[in-house]
């Protein structure tokens, strides 16, 4: 019967599935860079594309909560595909909050109001025609890498990295605040 593993043993198996997954995406981002090179596009401005094609016009902010991403780096990458005509921002006022008429000042009560002023960004018809092309092509690439794994395994795939994407707070503290035996870890 086998022995349970130490402690040092389960960091080290968890380190090397950590480098293994980094190496993978790596790989995989480099492998799937060359043919959105081919049209000019970073994977960012493909990601952005994709997600506006999708989904619809979004505020600049939005874009960026979704993308994970710093609203600054977002309104830069906005600016450089605004550039290309993929894309096109412009204000709107969003709808006001529900205020009873009896919260407000006299003076404005009865009066229109309006929300606060958002950049919404938007394909153009030449991003929504960049996008078209690339999307099947992309889409292709991808299937043909993933090719490797079967069916059931590229459904476990997506399972597992959502599920580490969701975490399990519990265990990441409990983990966090136990003592290391033994701090030099060759892994």
């Known amino acids: 019967m086998k022995e349970r593993a130490s402690h040092k043993e389960k960091t080290g198996r968890a380190f090397r599935a950590y480098l293994d997954l980094v190496d993978a995406a790596d790989w995989i981002r480099r492998e799937l860079a060359g043919p959105l090179d081919y049209f ?15 989904q619809g016009p979004m505020s600049v902010s939005d874009a960026a909560e979704r993308r994970a991403c710093k609203i600054q780096n977002m309104h ?9 005509g993929w894309v096109g921002r412009q204000v709107v ?12 000042p006299k003076v404005r009560r009865g009066k229109p109001r309006r929300g606060p002023k958002v950049r919404v960004v938007s394909l153009t018809r030449e991003g929504r025609k960049l996008i078209a092309t690339v999307l099947p092509r992309q889409a292709k690439m991808v299937k043909a890498m993933m090719r490797a794994l079967d069916l059931r395994e590229q459904d476990t795939l997506g399972r597992l ?15 966090i605040r136990m003592q290391d035996a033994d701090e030099d870890l060759r892994v």
């Open 40 to 54: 000019g596009l970073t994977m960012n401005e493909f990601r952005l594309l994709h997600m506006l094609y999708n």
């Open 76 to 84: 830069t990458l906005v600016e450089r595909m605004e550039g290309a």
């Open 161 to 175: 990295c959502r599920k580490l994407r969701e975490g399990d707070i519990v265990k990441f503290f409990q983990e």
């Open 93 to 104: 006022w969003r709808a006001p909050a529900e205020i009873r008429e009896s919260r407000m």
